[in-house]
């Protein structure tokens, strides 16, 4: 397969994104790579998000615009999956901007390694400055399933952004994302990563991932049962198909992730938050957490915002992470 010969899918969920979506798409256009095609999925916008895609349709061949009532952002990205004709399939955020070359540098390595899945390195984008992810050291690291499991567990290298990589149409097809969930990726990147041979990851950035108000103020609400939800699903996948090293690790994951909501839960109302601590608290007793994890466990819970301050520490004070100004 040549790079020039290999078409990419780009599916691109719209709604309500006017203020952003012409930046994303002059990106989609501005490509060195050129043989793409833009599927644009209108999730019922009410604003004039419909209007400004539709004028790069009818600028660009490359572009098309399906429209549909609206089914949330994994009802979207399966809407651009059944009308995907690629190699590749690329999901891309309506918020975010491509790096110019960014189809290429993927395109590149999947010809070269002969890749099922392909990812590449972002910049966190907030109003006044970038965040670069340096925590891989190499330019590129080939993974076979098994490995790029592990890296995901460990939370580092492959994480479950399904943006910002390349992967097989027929491969991507076999798994569509569970609509009406928050945090759709935790149900689905495991999957992924289970059936590709070879997953490659990039040291070079593809991707700005806009950073909005309410990701920077750490938006909580009871919908972000649904990232539990896809974790023990994750687990139970994860206890069936590997060793028990990798069970051990999901679970010291999941412990960390209840931790972090338990610190959350006053940004919750007082009737939400009981049902929130009785969810976390079913799922500590039922996987025995607390036995498991006694140090992290005993107490750490109740103490409002260590953990995120620890999380904000480590990314904005780790030399894994580089400042740029914009």
Known sequence: MKNQSSLISIIIPIY???????????????????HFEAILVN????????EIATEFVQEDSRFRLIHQENKGLSGARNTGLKEAKGDFVFYLDSDDVLVNNALELLIHAAVKYDADVVQGNFYYDY???????KQQKEEVVVYNSEEAMWALLEHKTVLNFAWGKLIRRNLAQKHTFPEGKYYEDTFWKHKIIHEAKIYVALKQP???????ESAISGAFSIRNLDQLEGELQRL???KKYYPKKFEDQALKLLNQ???HHYS???????????IYRNRLETIEETLELRKKFPKSSKGLFRKMNRFTQRVKDRIFGSNDWHRIAK
């Open 43 to 50: 999730d019922g916008a009410t604003d004039s998000s419909a």
């Open 16 to 34: 309500n994104v006017e203020v952003y979506l012409a930046n994303c798409l002059t990106s989609v256009k501005n490509q060195t790579y050129k």
């Open 264 to 274: 959350l839960l006053p940004n919750l109302d007082q009737e939400n938050q009981q």
């Open 236 to 238: 139970k996948f994860i």
């Open 257 to 259: 992730k209840i931790i």
């Open 127 to 133: 109003p006044d400055y970038l965040l670069l992810n």
């Open 206 to 212: 593809v991707l700005f991932y806009l950073q909005r």
